[in-house]
């Protein structure tokens, strides 16, 4: 591996790392936490959550690790055979089809959904219901994803020719 291949390797492994700890967080206590509070406070929690999670290191995290993992993905497609090049063909479709294309299918349109709701309304808290019940198990895929990429990256790194 090229010592740049090898750095945007090292880059995607820690942007993944970063998402994975990301989404972890959310899996196992923040939506949980957020349920148990009353509705509207729920609701007015994740509204300003995802209105404050997009930043500019937030998205150099999300986009530059998708970002390196296109680039990466398309060198190793050229170089596959090589344990490493497998490695990070893999890690990198994980993290683009597991984090990215998930997010933007699954979880943003659920999230464009709660945002235009009256959090202290009855359809906010219907609203609220789905999304507790739909977001949370895609959440879960995108944790899986990014902690599978994570580990696929540490191997090509260990692999690496």
């Not at 509705?39 to 986009?63: C, D, R, W, Y």
């Not at 090049?85 to 683009?96: E, Q």
């Amino acid at each position: 591996m090229e010592k740049w291949i090898v750095s945007l390797t090292y880059f995607s492994a820690l942007g993944a790392g970063l998402m994975a700890g990301l989404f972890f967080a959310f899996s196992t206590f923040v939506m949980t936490a957020l349920e148990r509070i009353p509705k509207s406070h729920g609701i007015s929690a994740m509204q300003s959550i995802n209105q404050t999670i997009l930043n500019p290191l937030f998205g150099l995290v999300f986009g530059g690790t998708a970002l390196a993992c296109l680039v990466l993905a398309i060198i190793s497609f050229f170089r596959l055979g090589t344990v490493s090049a497998n490695l990070v063909l893999a890690a990198s479709l994980l993290y683009l089809i597991g984090v990215i294309l998930i997010t933007m299918v699954c979880n943003v349109p659920l999230n464009d959904a709660l945002a235009v709701v009256d959090p202290n309304s009855a359809a906010g808290a219907d609203v609220w219901r789905t999304y507790l019940d739909r977001w949370l198990p895609w959440n879960h895929v995108r944790t899986i994803a990014s902690i599978g990429s994570l580990v696929l990256f540490i191997l090509a790194l260990r692999f690496k020719s």
